[in-house]
T-cell receptor
Framework: AQKITQTQPGMFVQEKEAVTLDCTYDTSDPSYGLFWYKQPSSGEMIFLIYQGSYDQQNATEGRYSLNFQKARKSANLVISASQLGDSAMYFCAMRGMNTGNQFYFGTGTSLTVIP | DTAVSQTPKYLVTQMGNDKSIKCEQNLGHDTMYWYKQDSKKFLKIMFSYNNKELIINETVPNRFSPKSPDKAHLNLHINSLELGDSAVYFC????????????FGQGTRLTVV
């Protein structure tokens, strides 16, 4: 079974600063994908970034980057130059080749950007 | 064009009623899902449906049943609604490849009174 752990229920960051949201995972799948989603107060789920388990380089998408440490089973999201619009819930998710294509989510981290 | 659409967006109903939530995707994806997001924002997989194969999360009560008339639709039927069923329900879809994200509908906020 897949297990995703996000240990930070809430985080605060000053506008324009960088912030790291933690995610660790546990899986027996040899191949898997890791995803981050943003859920603003309006409720929709917005895909941010993807990292494959065999990718050699850390994924980046604009101000988002993923600090992937396979041996530690961690996939932390780094948001650079935080903006007020980054205030939202952030979810880490995993999808494994042996788990029926299902996406398993962590409990989420609520990020508040302070002006 | 909305990629994954759910209807209704809001649903208020009394205990004991039976209700359905519809979901449609126009992305040509093979797999569709239903998730429940509770008041603590935890997203829990309820079902996934792929090429007529249904995978059910064992913790889901059998009052919940997915129905897929075709590849583009996965509706959720709920019988004998209970107060604890109040939540936001998300439909999602994805291709089978590991490196592709799930695309979510806008969610349906179900309130049981």
């Amino acid at each position: 079974a897949q297990k995703i752990t996000q240990t930070q229920p809430g985080m605060f960051v000053q506008e324009k600063e960088a912030v790291t949201l933690d995610c660790t995972y546990d899986t027996s799948d040899p191949s898997y994908g890791l995803f981050w989603y943003k859920q603003p107060s309006s409720g929709e789920m917005i895909f941010l970034i993807y990292q494959g388990s065999y990718d050699q380089q850390n994924a980046t998408e604009g101000r988002y980057s993923l600090n992937f440490q396979k041996a530690r089973k961690s996939a932390n999201l780094v948001i650079s130059a935080s903006q007020l619009g980054d205030s939202a819930m952030y979810f880490c998710a995993m999808r494994g080749m042996n788990t029926g294509n299902q996406f398993y989510f962590g409990t989420g981290t609520s990020l508040t950007v302070i002006p | 064009d909305t990629a994954v659409s759910q209807t209704p967006k809001y649903l208020v109903t009394q205990m004991g009623n039976d209700k359905s939530i519809k979901c449609e995707q126009n992305l040509g994806h093979d797999t569709m899902y239903w998730y429940k997001q509770d008041s603590k924002k935890f997203l829990k997989i309820m079902f996934s449906y792929n090429n007529k194969e249904l995978i059910i999360n064992e913790t889901v009560p059998n009052r919940f049943s997915p129905k897929s008339p075709d590849k583009a639709h996965l509706n959720l039927h709920i019988n004998s609604l209970e107060l604890g069923d109040s939540a936001v329900y998300f439909c999602a879809s994805s291709p089978q490849t590991l490196n592709t994200e799930a695309f979510f509908g806008q969610g349906t906020r179900l309130t049981v009174v």
